[in-house]
């Protein structure tokens, strides 16, 4: 199927010189793009329509898109009954402060979260990314201890954790290629590394030795799952036992959810797989299903009753225009109802299913270092030396693309998490892709 992007002719705006170009070329005279070296970067892809596990350029070429977007758009681009239920919010109300005020689709997310959170969550703090809303979980930490009379200043994290992009998420995260040029400007965080199968006693040790030898205040951790780290899994029972020695210690444990959150996993939340609860877990992502930029930061009850006081300074004084946008509500709402629903659970247990057996066909081949499945994501490390952003890795991209299929390999690993609503079909044109690459590198 082939889209044509008609709509660029009828652009009233498209006039004259504007028109003889293309959305690629035209971008680069005044875009700067994330994640980005713009001196040797390829040119962007123009997108000028998606729907379902589809996008489409503006060369009517069309791409499964195999990572959802960043993991974002889990029940489908442009889907309808999201489109839907932002499209009657935005009739009704379309923007109010919270601070001093509320409204119906804030209320209700907040009831709906606490059907499915862990039991031990409580209250829900509102931010519009995901960066923040880890923010607003490290200050929730520092100023809970600080509320107290304490003085916490370390924040415990994985090695190579990724938490976002503004400062207390830099800090927390363990990738030097996004936070390197900061490093003197970060928060103090000691490192552990994720624990595995035959590592979970040393990882114990190494973590008994920096509480005792710092004043930690918060434990900040992807659980189960590091998206950014490659796709890379550690045992549940390992971060229970983690979580477990934290909690005794007075230390926050801070779940970022943001990637793992919403049935990824398998289980609703990756928290779901431990029997000790998270202080605070911040999601965003699939919370809105890419149709609108939110996130929260949901807390305990315990962590909340920290900031009560006589004293006005002592409430969480964070607050960002946007925070629980009703359209941003309202998309979440309907994507929670979908979340659940019979149409979903189905294709949950079918990409997981089909992920596992598409791993057994591949497990053997010598261009596999290893295959990972969890949940509906499925990870292979190539047994091939790539640099994160390196040439070979960048064929590998286009390579995908040239298919039809947009992967986005992390260095040599390429990971597939789909939209819940890929047809079988794509999913496997998407398998056929990966195998053709093991035949072609
Ligand atoms: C994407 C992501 C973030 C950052 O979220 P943004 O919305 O990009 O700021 C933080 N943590 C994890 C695990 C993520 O996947």
Redesign the pocket.
Same mark, same amino acid.
């Given at each position: 199927m082939k889209f044509s992007s008609l709509q660029d002719k009828e652009n009233p705006c498209s006039i004259n010189s504007i028109a003889l170009k293309n959305l690629s070329e035209r971008d680069k005279k005044h875009i700067w793009h994330p994640l980005t070296q713009h001196q040797t970067a390829a040119s962007p892809v123009g997108i000028v329509r998606a729907k379902g596990a589809l996008l489409w350029d503006e060369g009517g070429n069309e791409y499964i898109d195999g990572i959802a977007s960043?993991?974002t758009c889990m029940y489908g681009h442009s889907n309808d009954t999201i489109t839907a239920a932002i499209t009657n919010q935005m009739q009704q109300l379309d923007f109010v402060m919270f601070s001093g005020f509320t409204h119906e689709p804030a209320v209700q997310l907040s009831e709906s979260l606490m059907q499915i959170l862990p039991q031990n969550q409580a209250k829900i703090f509102f931010n519009d990314?995901? #960066? @923040?809303? *880890?923010e607003a979980a490290i200050k929730m930490a520092l100023q809970y201890h600080h509320n107290k009379g304490r003085k916490k200043a370390t924040l415990i994290a994985f090695e190579d954790g990724?938490?976002?992009? @503004?400062f207390g /998420?830099m800090s927390a995260s363990g990738l030097s290629s996004y936070n390197g040029p900061f490093e003197d400007f970060l928060l103090k965080v000691e490192r552990i590394p994720t624990p595995q199968e035959d590592t979970i006693e040393q990882v114990l040790a190494q973590l008994d030795s920096i509480i005792a030898n710092n004043d930690c205040a918060a434990f900040v951790f992807?659980p189960l799952a590091?998206? /950014?780290a490659g796709m890379k899994f550690h045992s549940a029972k390992g971060l229970d036992m983690l979580i477990e020695k934290c909690q005794n210690a007075g230390i926050i444990c801070i779940a970022?959810e *943001?990637? @793992?959150g919403f049935g990824k996993t398998g289980k609703n939340f990756a928290s779901d797989y431990l029997d000790n609860n998270p202080d605070i877990i911040?999601l #965003?992502?699939a919370l809105t299903a890419g149709m609108f930029?939110l #996130?929260i930061t949901s807390c305990s009850q315990a962590i909340f009753d920290g900031f009560l006081s006589e004293e006005v300074h002592k409430g969480f004084f964070h607050a960002h225009t946007y925070s629980a946008h009703p359209l941003g509500c309202a998309a979440a709402l309907a994507s929670i109802h979908l979340l659940s629903s019979p149409e979903i659970i189905e294709r949950r247990a079918y990409i997981e299913e089909a992920h596992k057996s598409f791993a057994n066909t591949i497990t053997e081949h010598p261009k596999v270092k290893e295959v990972r499945c969890l949940g509906v994501i499925i990870a292979i490390d190539l047994n091939i030396e790539m640099e994160r952003y390196g040439n070979l890795r960048d064929q590998l991209y286009r390579f995908f693309m040239d298919r039809g299929v947009l992967l986005r390999p992390l260095g040599n690993t390429v990971y597939v998490l789909p939209p819940y609503v890929i047809t079988n079909e794509q999913l496997e044109k998407v398998y056929h892709s990966i195998q053709e690459v093991l035949e072609t590198f």
């Open positions: 960043w993991y990314n995901g #960066s @923040t809303a *880890i990724f938490h976002g992009d @503004t /998420a992807e590091q998206g /950014a970022d *943001i990637m @793992t911040c #965003s992502k930029p #996130s």
